[in-house]
């Protein structure tokens, strides 16, 4: 992996998540069972969060503190319950801000990305949590990974919305 092609991922996935969403309604945005009970705008404010998330680890290691903000490494349960409290936070926002905030967590996504050396993002050991992976593993998964899992789940939820009676 170098930082060029990890870039041309995040930006590939994020395209082809952005034409997937184009095909949402936004009466559609609310509606349950993309993933379980989430709706789209639920899962769309979770892809903020981890973006987030990882901002601030890409930008605690460019200051050379310690983040302790990624939490990799816990249990399936406790991340199910940390995804339970991002959607319950994020529950009450307008469709509105909720996709303001999903392009500007993209964006400051990139920036982080672009601002990080490759030699930090080829890395190992340098967040507690991810053991023997590079660093640009902790990125993908919050990125172009994460855009296309989701991704794939909005297609079979709509795939199920076009075949319901």
Same mark, same amino acid.
């Given at each position: 992996m170098t930082? $060029?092609?990890l870039l041309q991922s995040i930006q590939s996935e994020r395209e082809v998540l952005a034409a997937t969403l184009a095909q949402v309604r936004e009466d559609q945005m609310d509606e349950p069972g993309v993933c379980g009970a989430w709706s789209v705008k639920d899962v !769309? %404010? =979770?892809i903020v969060a981890w973006e987030e998330l990882m901002v601030r680890c890409l930008r605690g290691i460019q200051d050379l503190t310690v983040p302790g903000l990624v939490p990799y490494g816990i249990s399936d349960d406790a991340l199910d319950e940390l995804n339970?409290?991002?959607? +319950?936070e994020n529950r009450g926002k307008p469709l509105d801000q909720v996709l303001k905030e999903f392009e500007r967590s993209y964006e400051e996504s990139v920036t982080a /990305? @672009? +601002?990080? $050396? @490759? @030699? +930090? !993002?080829l890395a190992i050991g340098r967040v507690e949590g991810l053991g023997n992976e590079p660093l640009? =593993?902790? /990125? %993908?998964a919050n990125t172009c990974w994460h855009y296309r899992d989701h991704r794939e789940l909005l297609e079979a939820w709509q795939e199920g919305l076009e075949g319901a009676p």
């Open positions: 930082k $060029s092609r !769309l %404010a =979770h339970g409290q991002i959607r +319950e /990305v @672009e +601002e990080t $050396s @490759e @030699e +930090e !993002l640009w =593993h902790m /990125v %993908a």
